[in-house]
């Protein structure tokens, strides 16, 4: 190892560089095979499509994991196109996702969902709840920050406009907020039908984020 690292401490930068971007390339170039052979089987099978966007570490029954990460079926990047067919998946899934992306990066991502669902495929979405977050600057006595606040390292609080701060850009992760209306009319002008709001789903959503969530279901 210190024979490497001695080697590599030698060499030019630019070469340096190079074989950085060279490892890189072939990475993405694994990456996007194990993509294509793993969704090349999944059009060929028998089974409904069914895509959890944003998935990380989780791993549903019956569910194809999508997100940046190896141990997810498939390794994607959503500001991309999503590499389905159309008319291809019976149901697409995120939790807590949509609000990581800028308005524009979002209007594209349902578009995508919205060309590779089927006729009569199912959007489903649980998304934070940002008016919580607003009413707590206008009436800061009836907000607990222990119960809504729970991720400290985007908690800095000064004064009651940190309620708002805290979920509008969760030390950087959020890029838009949402409530009960604009996700429904967003999800309608992109031209989804059927879309209302939903109860929580122990079948698919998770617990530990009910107490700041707005769901949301849509079809095709």
């Known amino acids: ?21 060279h490892s890189r390339m072939k990475q993405q170039e694994l990456i996007s095979k194990k993509n294509s052979d793993g969704i090349k ?70 578009g995508e969902c919205l ?14 709840h940002a008016r919580i977050y607003l009413n707590a600057y206008h009436d800061p006595d009836k907000f607990n920050p222990e119960t809504y606040c729970r991720y400290k390292a985007a908690y800095n609080y000064n004064s009651k406009i940190d309620y708002v701060n805290y979920m509008a850009y969760m030390d950087g992760h959020h890029k838009y907020m949402f409530d009960e209306e604009n996700i429904i009319v967003i999800l309608k002008k ?16 998770l617990e530990v984020r009910n107490y700041q969530s707005i769901y949301v279901q849509a079809e095709k």
Do not use: Q
């Open 115 to 128: 060309r590779v669902l089927k006729p009569g495929g199912v959007f489903s979405a649980s998304v934070p």
């Open 190 to 205: 992109a031209g989804f039908k059927h879309v209302m709001l939903r109860d929580f789903d122990k079948t698919l959503d």
């Open 41 to 110: 089987e999944l059009l060929k099978g028998s089974r409904p499509i069914k895509l959890e966007l944003g998935a990380g570490d989780r791993s549903m029954e019956g569910w194809i994991s999508v997100d940046m990460c190896d141990n997810c079926a498939l390794n994607l990047d959503l500001t991309a196109p999503i590499p389905f067919p159309d008319n291809s998946v019976s149901m697409i899934y995120s939790s807590h996702v949509l609000e990581h992306f800028t308005y524009s990066e979002l209007i594209k991502l349902i």
């Open 1 to 21: 190892m210190l024979i490497k690292e001695t080697i590599k401490n030698m060499l030019p930068r630019f070469l340096l560089e190079a074989i950085s971007a």
